[in-house]
């Protein structure tokens, strides 16, 4: 069964880079069927899509966040990544992980971990 | 703002059926997923396109498209069913994942 299990601080301070890691097991991140995504969800408010590798390294990213996000992938040790650089508290959330198929199924989840920017 | 519209709250009673519905000009061409949270849980995907269910997904979980307008119908809700829902698709560009604001499901 795969699993995806999100790492990183909890707490962030304004204006620093908020770095995350997924590591996936019971499943291959090097997978040609599947895309890796982050999405992210504010206490109390909806999901919004951060962005998406594939294992080669390709990335997608929201409009709204590509000029402070970067996404990598290490297949190496079955991990993908997120930093978001210059936070600010609107970007305290809960960040999931998840397994994409076709691009936009997100069909396996990690369980989330709630980041918080406050100094 | 989510390129996405879905009502924000909907009821429905025991054993009835019920409509959530997602609207936006990008599913004139893509189709939908949708997903189900419950409070403290991370997402499931309960329908993806073309009326599939990951397995364990009971089938009283079903999908539908007609012009811009994407559906997720729970025939029969169970009490288990009050959570929020959630689509997802791509952006009129194709290029970029969008989910629809979700809606809260009650069950009464």
């Known amino acids: 069964q795969l699993q995806l299990q999100e790492s990183g601080p909890g707490l962030v301070k304004p204006s620093e880079t908020l770095s995350l890691t997924c590591t996936v097991s019971g499943g291959s991140i090097s997978s040609t069927a599947h895309y890796w995504g982050w999405v992210r969800q504010p206490p109390g408010k909806g999901l919004e899509w951060i962005g998406t590798i594939y294992y080669s390294g390709i990335t997608y990213y929201n409009p709204s966040l590509t000029s402070r996000v970067t996404l990598s992938v290490d297949t190496s040790k079955n991990q993908f990544s997120l930093k978001l650089n210059s936070v600010t508290a609107a970007d305290t959330a809960v960040y999931y992980c998840a397994r994409e198929n076709r691009r936009t199924i997100f069909d396996y989840w990690g369980q989330g971990t709630l980041a918080t920017v406050s100094s | 703002s989510s390129e996405l519209t879905q009502d924000p709250a909907v009821s429905v009673a025991l054993g009835q059926t019920v409509r959530i519905t997602c609207q936006g000009d990008?599913?004139?061409?893509?189709?939908a997923s949708w997903y189900q949270q419950k409070p403290g849980q991370a997402p499931v995907l309960v329908v993806y396109p073309k009326n599939n269910r990951p397995s364990g997904i009971p089938d009283r979980f079903s999908d539908s498209s007609s012009g811009d307008t994407a559906s997720l119908t729970i025939t029969g809700a169970q009490a288990e069913d009050e959570a929020d829902y959630y689509c997802?698709?791509?952006?009129?560009?194709?290029?970029?994942?969008?989910f629809g604001g979700g809606t809260k499901l009650t069950v009464l």
């Open positions: 990008s599913l004139k061409t893509y189709y």
């Open positions: 997802n698709s791509r952006d009129s560009s194709g290029d970029h994942v969008v």
